[in-house]
């Protein structure tokens, strides 16, 4: 996002997708010097590095070098993705026909261009769950969620997944909201709609089951987003049975 980017961290935004590229270029330069003694040298239009004493190099890495994943959302970043990384790491404010009609089709681009197959990249799906043990503990995780629904959606940038749905109509009174600082109040526009379209809930006993249908014909890896506290024993019986 330009404004956490520029203001946030102070550092320069534009071209993002170029940069991104080259600099998961330069990271790869230096692990193909830790890992095979190659010289360092890379010469790029943003980042060069030509130095690597004995002090600063950790040397070969016994389980290989560590798979590059980036996360991305628009259309150019995501291609870079798939052209220069090892996996995409989909945002976790993410819908199903998003993911299916713009974010895989953009990696499936960047294999193309680097002449690699889909069977060797991996499919990050970072997933929004709400549940709870207990009536008053669903409520809290969906309330929470709702607030931070509220909050990427009122972002511009995070608007093509809601157009995906259906749903962009509501991005512009939200973004109203964040520049008022009413951001207590982004929350009470999220509707069961938005949930579903956004979100697996339901009771701990059915999450494993959800999780798999939704995500199962495309996601490599799964990550669970959950803002909220629960118990790990919780966790721990939907991870045992997503892996059973």
Not at 203 to 215: H, N, R, S, T, V
Request: include cysteine.
């Amino acid at each position: 996002i330009k404004a956490h980017i520029e203001k946030r961290f102070g550092l320069p935004f534009s071209p993002p997708a170029a940069r991104m590229r080259e600099y998961t270029l330069a990271v790869k330069a230096f692990f193909d010097c830790w890992q095979n003694g190659s010289r360092l040298d890379f010469q790029g239009e943003y980042y060069r590095h030509t130095l690597m004493t004995p002090m600063f190099n950790p040397g070969p890495n016994p389980y290989g070098v560590p798979p590059i994943l980036l996360g991305a959302l628009g259309p150019m970043m995501t291609q870079v993705a798939g052209e220069v990384a090892d996996g995409l790491i989909i945002h976790p404010f993410n819908s199903v026909p998003f993911v299916q009609d713009h974010a895989l089709p953009a990696v499936r681009k960047g294999l193309e261009k680097s002449g690699r197959r889909e069977e060797d990249f991996i499919i990050q799906v970072n997933a929004i769950v709400i549940t709870g043990e207990t009536d008053a503990a669903y409520h809290a995780a969906e309330q929470s969620v709702k607030g931070l629904l509220g909050f990427y959606a009122s972002t511009p940038a995070y608007l093509p997944p809601m157009d995906a749905v259906g749903l962009g109509d509501l991005q512009p009174k939200l973004n109203a909201l964040s520049k008022e600082g009413k951001w207590e109040q982004l929350g009470d526009y999220i509707n069961n709609e938005f949930l579903d379209a956004f979100c697996i809930r339901g009771k701990p006993d059915e999450i494993a089951g959800k999780l798999k249908k939704q995500y199962g014909s495309y996601a490599d890896r799964l990550a669970i987003y959950a803002p909220y506290a629960a118990p790990d024993e919780m966790w721990a019986k939907i991870i045992k049975e997503l892996k059973s």
